[in-house]
């Protein structure tokens, strides 16, 4: 059985657990197997005391050893305690909170006592499978999921005829209780899972009305994969004594993936990523980008290109969604390409690459992203395009995974046709051995005698008319290829020395003194654009950095100052841009609203405010960031 639903339940012994309930363990649940396992010597489900309807259950999912954050947690929740759990993806958090929700739950009131808070439709859907499958040997207890971008009137008809359990965004959880359709009176038990990219995704509003609703006397537990001032604050004020459980970050994936990287200037990352694809021998791939404009734009170019590639983001309907998923489970498609939050809880085993085509934001959704590969007990790869100027994101990387991601080269087009002529070939000896291949053979024998010409020489014309390969423009593909490589590695290496030179972004610290005081020029205004956000859309100073740098090509040093005015801002950026950067940077988005980039064209308008907090925000080394305030959490999911 694969136990890579959700964060459930590791059957093999975990021999690193930390035995006092409230500490912190530095080390990982181990991967989750289904072969025989040795004797335990750590805690068992059955030293849980769990309820016999639950122990029932879990003893017919066939599980023995609890994970580290299940050992710790399940006892706490028993007790009736509130708890803050930091786990990640893949250490067991579902079953955690699902078998001490159930023990909370009472089958004879047919309302709702448990609710269960996910930032994902998919999470949503996953989590509710797995605790129904916890709730199989107790009466009736129906556990419903709640998640936009599926029809209102079954989900009111559901909770309507009653249920006991459920696991919902919080945006149709919110819809749901401002039409009347979901009472929260009876509430229990309340878990936020995956609380920082509940955050992160802009639902705070909603969890707090929701906890407003929840009855003041409930048990409440909190998952996160990190734990940053502003979970500490949600915990503060909503839990109880809690206590803190940690369990280390997660590391079963990096174990089990190679991870590497290659530096690819940002024009060519989709032919670049078409050789990987095209010379990769895993089943299927995720590719990961920062936006959802970036995602459909890579999937429209594979499939350009002839790759059996679809595209999932939040613009994507869930029935739909749902449908490209079950395709790439069933291997009617081959390469997913996907933003962080549209693949939270995807669970396919044939899923053997990873690509990440924009560098991750944090180094912990980098974590996540590779976590989709290397499951089962199977090995994966995961590789990370990396810009000529994104290599302080990839020493902040190799310091979160404890570890060194290997440069490789990508594919070149001889690489490929090499590859696709050596799969024609492995089915050679297989193709003989099935027969008649005699009119073959004859009109084989009969061109050479005619044309006087090697069998040999005629066999490699056929292998390179079988891979596309036409010679000439063959030739030319590589020769570019081979430029590609070069400006790739000399931009590297000009960034390496600028860096060297100004600042080690890898430590915090400037290696010598500030621009100002070396007495260096900054560069010149450059040109004035006008985006469409600004201090009512809630934008800050490092989130137009951010989305200008991720999507326009650009490096922090191209941007010089910015002005935030009331509903858009101004940005001096010294790079030139084209017509194709600017049409990517009209679909970014800044604080969930596009960016709309035009050439300013004068004053603001009447009735606009000045800037507040706007100004040149350039520090020493050349970053923005922020400043003061919390960043506003961005890009909302779909109800």
Do not use: C
């Amino acid at each position: 059985m694969s136990l890579d639903t959700p964060d459930l339940i590791t059957p093999t012994p975990d021999t690193d657990q930390a035995t006092a309930p409230t500490g912190h363990t530095t080390t990982e649940a181990p991967e989750a197997t289904t072969d025989q396992a040795p004797q335990p010597t750590g805690p068992t489900f059955a030293s849980l005391d769990l309820p016999a309807p639950l122990m029932a259950a879990v003893d017919q999912l066939g599980f023995v050893t609890p994970s580290a954050i299940q050992a710790r947690a399940i006892p706490e929740l028993l007790a009736g305690r509130d708890i803050t759990g930091v786990a990640q993806t893949g250490t067991g958090k579902t079953a955690a909170f699902g078998l001490p929700l159930l023990a909370a739950v009472d089958p004879a009131l047919r309302k709702v006592q448990a609710l269960v808070l996910t930032p994902t439709r998919e999470l949503a859907m996953q989590v509710a499978d797995a605790i129904e499958s916890f709730a199989s040997k107790m009466d009736d207890v129906r556990v419903l999921p709640v998640y936009g971008g599926a029809p209102y009137v079954p989900q009111q008809r559901a909770l309507r005829d009653g249920v006991h359990v459920v696991v919902g965004t919080p945006g149709r959880i919110k819809d749901h209780l401002e039409r009347g359709a979901l009472n929260l009176d009876d509430i229990r038990f309340l878990v936020l899972d995956e609380a920082d990219e509940m955050l992160r995704m802009g639902f705070a509003e909603d969890v707090e009305e929701i906890f407003g609703q929840a009855p003041a006397k409930r048990q409440v537990a909190l998952f996160s994969a990190t734990m940053p001032p502003a979970i500490r604050k949600v915990a503060d004020q909503h839990l109880t004594d809690p206590v803190q459980i940690a369990v280390a970050r997660q590391s079963s994936t990096v174990t089990a993936v190679r991870q590497t990287y290659a530096v690819v200037p940002f024009r060519h990352k989709v032919g670049s990523l078409a050789r990987v694809l095209a010379t990769s021998d895993a089943d299927a791939a995720i590719v990961f980008t920062r936006t959802r404009g970036a995602a459909e734009d890579v999937g429209s170019a594979l499939v350009e290109k002839g790759i059996s590639a679809a595209t999932i983001s939040g613009d994507v309907a869930q029935k739909e969604r749902e449908k490209i998923v079950e395709r790439l489970r069933t291997g009617a498609l081959d390469v997913l390409v996907a933003t962080d939050v549209a693949a939270r809880g995807l669970d396919v085993d044939r899923i053997g690459l990873v690509v990440n085509f924009d560098v991750p934001g944090e180094p912990e959704a980098y974590v996540h992203r590779i976590g989709r590969t290397g499951r089962a007990g199977r090995t994966g790869e995961a590789l990370t395009f990396v810009t000529p100027h994104e290599r302080g994101k990839l020493r902040s990387i190799e310091r979160t995974i404890r570890a060194q991601l290997e440069e490789v080269d990508i594919p070149s087009p001889k690489d490929v046709s090499a590859h696709r002529v050596k799969r024609t070939l492995d089915k050679v000896a297989a193709r003989r051995e099935a027969g008649r291949l005699e009119m073959y053979t004859d009109l084989i024998r009969t061109y050479t005698q005619d044309n006087d010409i090697d069998p040999l020489d005629v066999a490699a014309a056929i292998a390179a008319l079988a891979v596309g390969d036409d010679g000439p423009r063959a030739r030319a593909e590589q020769e570019e290829y081979e430029r590609e490589r070069a400006e790739a590695k000399a931009a590297a290496a000009r960034r390496t020395s600028r860096d060297g030179d100004r600042h080690d972004r890898s430590s915090g610290f400037s290696r010598g003194r500030s621009e100002g005081e070396r007495g260096i020029r900054r560069p010149a205004r450059g040109t004035r654009y006008r985006i469409a956000v600004g201090h009512t859309h809630g934008v800050q100073p490092g989130g137009i950095v951010g989305a200008l740098t991720g999507e326009g090509g650009i490096t922090g040093a191209d941007v010089g100052k910015i002005d935030i005015f009331g509903s858009f801002s101004l940005v001096d950026i010294t790079a030139p841009l084209d017509n194709e950067a600017l049409d990517r940077l009209a679909r970014a988005r800044v604080a969930g609203k596009p960016l709309r980039i035009t050439l300013d064209r004068g004053a603001p308008r009447g009735g606009e405010r000045g800037p507040r907090g706007g100004g040149d925000h350039r520090r020493p080394d050349g970053d923005r960031g922020p400043r003061g305030r919390t960043p506003q959490w961005e890009a909302r999911s779909s109800r």
